[in-house]
């Protein structure tokens, strides 16, 4: 039950901020391995980039990938932050006096994010080709022609196999230890504060809303750099033995981020990343936290009946 509710909660954050991964991913793409200056830019900003794909391919491109995202969604961050409830439920994410471990908290949710991110990297694979895809006069990024989700999961296999489909994989796990450990560790220590400073009343949603928006930002943060090589690296084109032909892995990639476009290029997209990163975390956490306590409230209400039922 954990691992669906936690599912549930991420899902329906991704319905909202879908459009703004779709922004993000093309804002991380545009003038890659180019010096600054040295190329058109069709997306300034996030509100220009959300304007420009509306303009260029309608509305409905702001929800391109939206089946595979909520697919992602659902397997990562059901396993995610499944385990992670497991893991605090267990107690091991406190220390012996009840009070909430940082440490602990980190540890966990790397761990926990490692296990959702590699299971789920083929669905992240056609996620980013699906939302990179646009018309040429907005293109960015090597394009991939697939026709939709399934389309692209089975052409991806016939030609590489089930190697290909985890291509990627590699950048997938150090970019969701990152975001997840610290995501994790600053909702369970900032909802600890806030029960602490006694700001709401015990059980408060807003103790989980004010976790959550605390936390967005130190994910934002810590976790960009880490998206934007990730994202390079799933969407980059092949040869025929399904090997990348721009970046050999994942410290290649990062390397000649830096060097041809500076530290700047691995902030690319921080805007639209926090405007789709933030309101999912709150979003995401919010609802998991509310579902967990609903569902504990009436576990224990069931176990306090049964020993009176016939």
């Given at each position: 039950?954990e691992f669906?509710m936690?599912?549930v909660?991420?899902c329906g954050?991704?319905?909202f901020?879908n459009?703004?991964?779709v922004?993000?991913?093309r804002m991380q793409l545009?003038?890659?391995l180019?010096?600054?200056?040295s190329?058109?830019?069709?997306?300034?900003?996030?509100?220009?980039a959300?304007y420009t794909?509306?303009r260029?391919?309608g509305?409905?491109?702001l929800q391109r990938?939206?089946?595979?995202?909520?697919?992602y969604?659902?397997?990562?961050?059901?396993?995610?932050l499944g385990t992670?409830?497991?893991i605090?439920?267990?107690?091991y994410?406190s220390?012996?006096?009840?009070r909430?471990s940082?440490?602990?908290?980190?540890l966990?949710g790397?761990?926990?994010g490692?296990?959702?991110?590699?299971?789920?990297?083929?669905?992240y694979?056609v996620k980013?080709?699906?939302q990179?895809?646009s018309?040429?006069?907005?293109?960015?990024g090597?394009?991939?022609k697939?026709e939709?989700?399934f389309?692209?999961?089975?052409t991806?296999?016939?030609?590489h196999g089930?190697t290909g489909?985890?291509?990627?994989s590699?950048?997938?796990?150090?970019?969701?230890?990152v975001?997840?450990?610290?995501?994790?560790?600053t909702?369970?220590?900032?909802?600890q504060?806030?029960?602490?400073?006694q700001?709401?009343q015990?059980g408060s949603?807003l103790?989980?809303l004010?976790?959550?928006m605390?936390s967005s930002?130190?994910?934002?943060?810590?976790?960009t750099?880490?998206?934007v090589?990730s994202?390079r690296l799933?969407?980059?084109?092949?040869?025929?033995?399904?090997k990348g032909?721009?970046?050999?892995g994942?410290?290649?990639?990062?390397?000649?981020t830096?060097?041809?476009?500076?530290?700047?290029g691995?902030?690319?997209?921080t805007?639209?990343?926090y405007?789709r990163l933030?309101?999912?975390?709150?979003?995401?956490?919010?609802l998991?936290?509310?579902m967990?306590?609903?569902?504990?409230k009436?576990k224990r209400?069931?176990?306090r009946?049964?020993?009176?039922?016939?």
């Amino acid at each position: 039950m954990e691992f669906l509710m936690a599912g549930v909660a991420a899902c329906g954050a991704c319905v909202f901020t879908n459009p703004l991964e779709v922004v993000k991913t093309r804002m991380q793409l545009q003038g890659e391995l180019r010096p600054r200056g040295s190329y058109p830019r069709h997306y300034r900003n996030v509100f220009h980039a959300t304007y420009t794909i509306c303009r260029a391919d309608g509305w409905p491109a702001l929800q391109r990938g939206l089946l595979p995202a909520l697919l992602y969604q659902f397997c990562m961050n059901g396993i995610r932050l499944g385990t992670y409830s497991v893991i605090e439920d267990a107690g091991y994410t406190s220390t012996q006096d009840g009070r909430i471990s940082g440490t602990r908290c980190t540890l966990s949710g790397a761990l926990a994010g490692v296990a959702g991110a590699f299971l789920s990297s083929p669905i992240y694979l056609v996620k980013t080709h699906l939302q990179t895809q646009s018309t040429s006069t907005i293109a960015v990024g090597h394009q991939y022609k697939h026709e939709g989700m399934f389309h692209a999961l089975m052409t991806i296999y016939r030609k590489h196999g089930v190697t290909g489909l985890w291509r990627g994989s590699s950048s997938a796990v150090p970019r969701v230890i990152v975001g997840s450990s610290s995501q994790l560790s600053t909702f369970s220590t900032v909802k600890q504060f806030t029960n602490d400073l006694q700001v709401f009343q015990p059980g408060s949603w807003l103790v989980s809303l004010t976790a959550g928006m605390v936390s967005s930002i130190f994910v934002v943060l810590a976790m960009t750099p880490f998206d934007v090589v990730s994202t390079r690296l799933y969407n980059q084109p092949v040869d025929r033995k399904g090997k990348g032909v721009i970046y050999r892995g994942y410290l290649d990639c990062f390397a000649r981020t830096v060097r041809k476009e500076g530290l700047y290029g691995l902030y690319k997209g921080t805007g639209a990343s926090y405007f789709r990163l933030g309101p999912h975390t709150i979003l995401s956490l919010f609802l998991w936290e509310e579902m967990r306590k609903y569902y504990w409230k009436e576990k224990r209400a069931t176990q306090r009946q049964a020993p009176g039922q016939l």
